[in-house]
């Protein structure tokens, strides 16, 4: 949509002197109230008051995006690409908001992702001064943004996303936003041009508060406290202060040192800080309003108190649930839900929520299909798939490496390849063909920017001058060579990219060829004696799961692993290696690296006491990195053997298959589908294994192991699956 289409004659504003935040006002009167909705936007984030309440409940809105063209970004690497962009617009409705005769709109808007000119290790990102639109409507009146709108930069001395916020209510005017007060010193709005995009209507998971915790004491150091909540999250504390004319100074971090101040390293290195001041002005509550901070631990200066900390991230439910008889195993599903729940804001899914908080197309794909499983998060990966494409260059079909494009690091294969991967994942859990057959042609456009970059068959590199990753945090410094990550990446993206086409009935004969063409150059190049890359960070399995390869390759590869007994693989190699041991009939060596205690396993991070996972194995850098979770899908697809038919689009047909491996006593969990719930529960029981499983009503499900194969029926189904 047009602006014009959403807005009418609105006109955008922004606050002289006011780049980061400023407070919005507009008195107005109305007739009559019998249906009202307003149309609102601003950027980056707003927060609206209607006659001094707060509208909705919703957190840092609009939803993020590639909101539109900007200059100067002063990237350490060319940038060429021809890219789309978008901004999104809520509306709300608020009929019992207003009242006859006079009302006021206040409009508190930050920064957010849209003025953010601190953190500048991307380059610089910003697009400009914070700016706001507005329509409201009512059965007889329409009520614009125009220059009838007043402005103060209000309390807001500093608002920056990355480094935190500084209010100061000295003097302030608590009544700013309520009728029958007009505050003084205020300044008439500027119009501005509207900014050139596509508008749209939000329709996605908005951020909220979800869950509220009480902190607790961890060392009072004389002039402040430490405090901490019981696991890692994203949100703020909420701090009390009983006097005007203090200054209140917060400071969160995920970790502590030894003597328990706090550790800033894993969410900057020391140069980035997740910081909030106040300079208060009588006995109230306070809180930062355009920032979350991913922490468990945070200061207080000791002339205030904390009072809660509130949880905040897109309100995606979920949808599952896991439990067996290993610790290890329960802490890694419940881990991954809760990283994974602090890596999704404006319905992005991020790399990190404190350091760079950017939506990753690497990590993101890793972690889609695991998180369509455990999570109602078709809307939110709909609207992250019209990212990607934005971020697609118009011309060459090259994809960046965050999408809503905002700088950073990559691959052509494991970030740009988003582009097929993610709608892949979607379509199979909703079978949504129309929104398929509209992207279609951009996955076929990133199909021909991978030929044009790769020689004698193999990706060898992307953008002149910038960045061609192909593996990351393996353990120990990367081996794997990245052409060979890269072209193994792109034969199963051409793979995914052939069941899409045969779901739309299309004949895409040639990628059968290029399936081949590529999978020979592998072999050529990296393939000795059955055995790819000397077997080193998995890149047998690599070879194994796009198609190549043989006996002795698997062979090679469990024999490896088993001498090795923990992971030496990265983000890719980790759910790969496990895959293709599940599938292969080795469910004991997968469940075994899942389960080991050594330095390169998830115990490592547990006995380091993490409640989210880490960036590395070893937890150098980032505590809250979801990437390595990408494997919690094995927990449903293998242990509880959950798995879609090849054709069932739209979670409708499945097999169930479980294993059960050596060690392990009992699983159980759930899934939901659009139908309802499948769910399965096995416990072992001497030489034989008791099996139940729940199968809801439009879902056709059938049980296939070694010795049976059945139909399920709708409602329980129970087995004895003997085990010799």
């Not at 099996?691 to 059938?702: K, M, Q």
């Amino acid at each position: 949509m047009t602006h014009r289409e959403l807005f009418g004659d609105a006109r955008w504003l922004i606050a002289t002197d006011c780049p980061d935040a400023a407070l919005f006002r507009k008195d107005f009167s109305l007739r009559s109230i019998c249906d009202a909705q307003i149309t609102i936007c601003g950027l980056g984030y707003f927060r609206l008051t209607i006659n001094g309440k707060r509208v909705g409940n919703d957190e840092f809105v609009p939803p993020v995006s590639d909101y539109h063209a900007r200059n100067d970004m002063m990237l350490s690497y060319p940038l060429n690409d021809r890219q789309s962009h978008r901004i999104y617009v809520m509306r709300y409705d608020i009929a019992d908001y207003l009242h006859e005769g006079e009302n006021v709109i206040g409009v508190a808007v930050g920064g957010g992702f849209y003025h953010q000119t601190k953190r500048l290790a991307e380059g610089n990102m910003s697009y400009g001064d914070v700016k706001l639109c507005f329509l409201i409507e009512t059965e007889t009146d329409r009520i614009e943004s125009d220059s009838d709108v007043i402005c103060s930069r209000g309390y807001y001395r500093s608002i920056n996303l990355f480094h935190g916020e500084v209010h100061d209510y000295t003097g302030f005017d608590r009544h700013w936003d309520k009728p029958g007060h007009r505050p003084a010193g205020w300044s008439q709005a500027v119009c501005v041009l509207p900014p050139e995009s596509e508008y749209c209507i939000a329709d996605c998971p908005t951020d909220k508060v979800v869950e509220i915790l009480r902190p607790e004491l961890v060392k009072n150091h004389g002039d402040y406290s430490v405090y901490r909540v019981s696991r890692n999250i994203t949100g703020y504390p909420v701090i009390h202060c009983d006097a005007p004319g203090e200054l209140v100074e917060l400071e969160c971090a995920e970790n502590l040192f030894e003597d328990g101040t706090l550790n800033n390293r894993s969410v900057g290195f020391g140069e980035q800080r997740q910081c909030a001041t106040f300079f208060t002005d009588w006995e109230r509550t306070y809180n930062p309003e355009f920032t979350w901070f991913g922490f468990r631990y945070f200061s207080l200066t000791n002339n205030a108190r904390p009072v809660e900390v509130r949880v905040i991230h897109a309100d995606v439910p979920v949808t599952s649930s896991f439990e067996c008889s290993d610790p290890l195993l329960n802490w890694y599903h419940d881990t991954f839900i809760n990283t994974q729940q602090c890596n999704m804001h404006g319905s992005i899914p991020s790399d990190c929520p404190h350091r760079e908080r950017l939506g990753y197309t690497g990590d993101g794909q890793l972690t889609c299909d695991a998180v369509m499983t455990q999570f109602d998060a078709a809307s939110f990966y709909r609207k992250w798939i019209n990212d990607i494409l934005d971020c697609q260059d118009a011309y060459t079909g090259h994809v960046q490496h965050t999408a809503p494009f905002a700088g950073g690091g990559g691959g052509p294969a494991g970030w740009g390849g988003a582009i097929i991967s993610v709608p892949y994942v979607y379509f199979r859990h909703t079978g949504d063909i129309d929104f398929l057959r509209k992207i279609f042609p951009r996955m076929q456009k990133f199909v021909g920017y991978m030929e044009s970059h790769s020689d004698d068959g193999l990706i060898v590199r992307e953008e002149k001058d910038g960045w061609c990753l192909g593996e990351w945090c393996t353990p120990e410094k990367v081996q794997i060579p990245e052409p060979f990550v890269n072209t193994a990446l792109y034969i199963l993206l051409l793979r995914q990219l052939n069941d899409l086409a045969i779901a739309q009935t299309k004949d895409l004969s040639g990628l059968e060829t290029l399936i081949d063409f590529h999978a020979d150059a592998l072999r050529n190049a990296y393939e000795i004696d059955g055995v790819f890359c000397g077997g080193v960070q998995g890149a047998d399995a690599f070879a194994l799961d796009c198609g190549i390869g043989d006996e002795r390759t698997m062979q090679n590869l469990v024999r490896r692993y088993t001498q090795l007994g923990e992971f030496d693989t990265g983000i890719f190699g980790t759910p790969i290696l496990l895959r293709v041991l599940f599938e292969n009939g080795y469910e004991d060596l997968a469940y075994t690296l899942l389960s080991n205690c050594k330095e390169g396993s998830f115990d490592a991070m547990r006995r380091g006491g993490a409640t989210t996972l880490w960036e590395n194995w070893n937890g150098e850098a980032s505590h809250n990195h979801p990437m390595f979770g990408a494997a919690t899908v094995c927990l449903f697809r293998y242990i509880l053997g959950i798995k879609q038919t090849p054709c069932a689009n739209g979670m409708r047909g499945f097999v169930i298959s479980p294993v059960f491996p050596k060690g392990l006593n009992h699983a159980a969990g759930h899934i939901t589908t659009s139908a309802g719930k499948l769910a399965v529960q096995w416990k072992r029981e001497g030489d034989h294994i008791n099996l139940h499983v729940d199968v809801c009503e439009g879902i056709h499900a059938e049980l296939r192991l070694k010795n049976l194969t059945t139909e399920l029926s709708a409602g329980s189904n129970d087995f004895t699956v003997s085990l010799e």
